[in-house]
């Protein structure tokens, strides 16, 4: 198994991660998109992810997008270093930052089209 999926299944702090910059704006345009980056702060140069969101999983009833305040919980499968794995994690809209960790779900062979859904 990979080191940095292992070091990634504890929870540790993460920011979104938006392009050209992180507002809240953005970050609320890429949830509605259902795709979001977010990226683990304590590794080697940051790990950034990109997230394709489970609606049944997610949660983003404490948000309140025009005031800025309140947490989105978000979680959704993908493959990193061909580990498939479950992200989850809580991002607070006053800072943009949380903490998340992966969940494995097991390991995808090299060159198998298997997706993360």
């Not at 920011?15 to 050209?20: D, L």
């Not at 795709?35 to 489970?54: A, M």
């Amino acid at each position: 198994m990979n080191d940095l999926v292992q070091r990634l299944t504890v929870e540790q702090p993460i920011i979104a991660s938006m392009r050209p910059e992180n507002t809240v704006e953005l970050f609320k345009a890429a949830i509605d998109r259902g795709y979001v980056h977010c990226k683990f702060t304590e590794t080697r140069g940051g790990t950034e992810l990109g997230i394709r969101l489970d609606p049944s999983e997610t949660d983003l009833s404490g948000a309140n997008y025009e005031a800025k305040t309140g947490t989105v919980k978000l979680a959704g499968n993908l493959i990193l270093d061909y580990v498939k794995v479950r992200f989850r994690g809580t991002i607070d809209l006053s800072t943009l930052a949380g903490t998340g960790n992966l969940e494995i779900l097991g390991e995808v062979a090299p060159g198998s089209t298997e997706t993360a859904a």
